[in-house]
């Protein structure tokens, strides 16, 4: 996540008039240079804007494609997420851009009806859930430079789940709805998700895995698990909770995690603030 510059901004706005960082006013070069000194295969970015954009295209050049950019232009941020391929690498077959709510319908049959019918907190669950335009970008990649057909093509996406701590079931839903579309986007083909899930692994409180970090890697999330909407929007008062009705037990296609393969455990820092130091970000995969 390189930071759209309406959120650059705001947090600088929000230092109170002290000094301004040294990484304020070359912060895009400077990101977009990484990525050229790294030399990735893919980069999978978020919060990429226009600027971000022409910044990271300028330092790359012509060795990169951006092979997948979705934007939310209705927003004051206009950023989006983006995946930039290395020419001699790869041949991009196909793009995909998506936002999670778009494709809920579709994998979750009668979700129009249920809406319609659905009253107190399941009624508000799903409103808040269509308000949020999170999105993906996906792509089915054929390596080069081999023999014909040695290499079966692989996927590759990137996401940006909703950010707000408060909001873990409606994370869990867009995490489920992102790996659904992308299960039937891959068709069979080797997948990897890189992107920023906006979830930590686990919570302080307990060490129970988050809702989003155990769906995507265990499979499956049980009603009891605190994240799960039947469990965190209870009846309270009048208003008639979510039931499982509304919202069931949760299952996909599960992803083994880069990072813990490599390390053994779970993720680097990959989000540091003055008031947050954790990882959000991840490198998932299935075969």
Known sequence: NILHEFGATRLLRGRGGGAV???????LPQAAELVRRLGPDVACLQEVDDAARAALERALGEDYDCAAWMQNESLPAKDGCAIFVQRSRFETLRAHQFRMRDVA????????????RAGGMAAALWREFHEKLNMSVGLHLQAKGGPSGAEAPLCVATAHLFWDPRYPDLKLLQAFFL????????????LVLAGDLNSTPYHQEGGVASGVYALLTQGTLP?????????LRPARGILRGVAPADVPELSVAPFRSAYLDAQGSEGPVTNASRDFSGCLDYVLYRS
């Open 21 to 27: 960082p040294p990484w304020a006013k070359d912060r």
């Open 105 to 116: 319908e579709k994998h979750f049959p009668g979700l129009d009806g249920m809406r319609a």
């Open 179 to 190: 790996a659904r579309e992308l299960e039937e986007f891959a068709g069979g083909r080797p």
């Open 223 to 231: 009603l009891g698990h605190p994240d799960h909407p039947v469990a």
